[in-house]
């Protein structure tokens, strides 16, 4: 029987976090290879780490009130102070987003540091079996390198993330311990994701696929003003990525492609001027060619723009400011970036991230119902969890 003070499972932002502050007797397992897989791969290679505008208002919850503990007491500034002390050059990028200038392995590279330092040991390629509890402590079965090991642990950290990319390992397992453990959760779906149509409307959309255009994108009260991308399978770019956690089954998107002007004052000015030009081509001047052909195609207008009564023009001008669209999914968990929904806050500290019921027991990261927006905010959300319950850890 092997005696750890804390088990975490989840070698992630989370779990590193987490043993970097959870004190002496410390055990990290993770199935994969490497540590910190999702970070390696995060922002094109180089990681955007945290944004500069990290708040509550910028996370999802069933409590939207849960995640202001944790971020209030560690914040993006206190990671940042952490990469700087290691040395790692950093830029901001649009909205606060924060990235290494030279790789996303920095900041593992930094995390494995901080939890060498701190004396943790790290186990990879370890697969993890039976869990339970026998009055005193965790006792958990773990697999490597062709043994079995029974661990005995004080406290038991879940940071196992959520179901996004599965092609990386996700398992949902987070979930199945906290049921094991009578801890509810809430119902889960892809996060920041792209969205995908089917029939008549993916046939008007593939002929623009690969086209990216400025873009703001509501749904159910909220907007997003960034970029849009057209796919094969219908829209993907930052403004449907954000759209996508806030949009349900069924729900119609309200897109403006002209966000801050005024297409039909452009219009008549055009009229004016150039009133011998076809309609979609005066249009191409506000737009790109290919996406003006298709909406003056479902606008109906022929003929040239001294044709074109004002309300035509401003029947062109709605569809610009106004196009509404209907998905018919999501691509899923296969490219989810992250997992809506989770582990209940009602069943944990906000202080500690500690099971109210099941003292010891711990959850931390994605797995938490407690989602940010695209742009740094999920690993902010990463730190502060990890931290919040390092420390309540090392202080117990």
């Not at 094109?44 to 007491?73: Q, V, Y």
């Not at 403004?239 to 897109?255: E, K, T, V």
Request: charged share 20%; hydrophobic share 40%.
């Amino acid at each position: 029987m092997m005696q750890v003070n804390t088990l975490i499972l989840g070698a992630g932002a989370a779990g590193l976090m987490c043993a970097a502050h959870a004190g002496p007797g410390t055990l990290v397992v993770d199935h994969a290879k490497s540590a910190g897989e999702k970070i390696r791969i995060s922002g094109g290679g180089r990681c955007n780490f945290t944004n500069m505008h990290t708040g509550p208002e910028n996370f999802l919850s069933g409590n939207p009130h849960f995640c202001k503990s944790a971020l209030k007491r560690y914040t993006q500034w206190d990671f940042l102070d952490l990469v700087e002390r290691h040395g790692i050059p950093w830029h901001e990028k649009t909205l606060g987003q924060l990235f290494c200038d030279r790789s996303a392995k920095d900041i593992v590279a930094m995390l494995l540091a901080e939890i060498a330092t701190a004396g943790a040991e790290l186990w990879l390629q370890t697969d993890v079996g039976e869990i339970r509890h026998d009055g005193s402590g965790f006792l958990v079965a773990l697999s490597r390198g062709g043994r079995t090991f029974q661990v005995r642990a004080r406290s038991l950290v879940v940071a196992t993330g959520g179901k996004s990319i599965p092609k990386m390992g996700a398992t949902g397992l987070a979930y199945r311990i906290a049921q094991q453990f009578d801890l509810p959760v809430t119902q889960t779906r892809a996060g920041l994701v792209p969205l995908t149509f089917g029939g008549a409307v993916l046939d008007a959309l593939k002929p623009l696929a690969g086209l990216s255009v400025p873009a703001a994108v509501s749904c159910n009260g909220t907007t997003f003003r960034e970029g849009l991308l057209f796919t094969h399978r219908g829209l993907s770019g930052p403004s449907i990525l954000q759209i996508s956690s806030y949009w349900r089954d069924g729900d119609p998107l309200d897109i403006d492609l002209a966000p801050g002007s005024t297409p039909f004052d452009t219009l008549k000015e055009r009229r004016t001027d150039a009133g011998r030009k076809a309609v979609a081509t005066a249009l191409s001047e506000i737009l790109p060619a290919r996406l003006a052909a298709l909406l003056v195609a479902e606008t109906g207008l022929t003929g040239n723009l001294a044709d074109q009564s004002d309300a035509a023009l401003g029947m062109l001008a709605d569809r610009i400011s106004r196009w509404q669209l209907k998905p018919i999914g999501t691509e899923g968990y296969r490219t989810a970036e992250v997992t809506l929904g989770g582990i209940d806050t009602s069943a944990l500290s906000s202080r500690s991230m500690e099971a109210t019921q099941a003292p010891g027991l711990y959850f931390i990261g994605e797995c938490v119902d407690v989602t940010g927006w695209l742009g740094g905010y999920n690993f902010q959300w990463a730190w502060s969890s990890g931290w919040a319950a390092g420390t309540a850890i090392a202080a117990g």
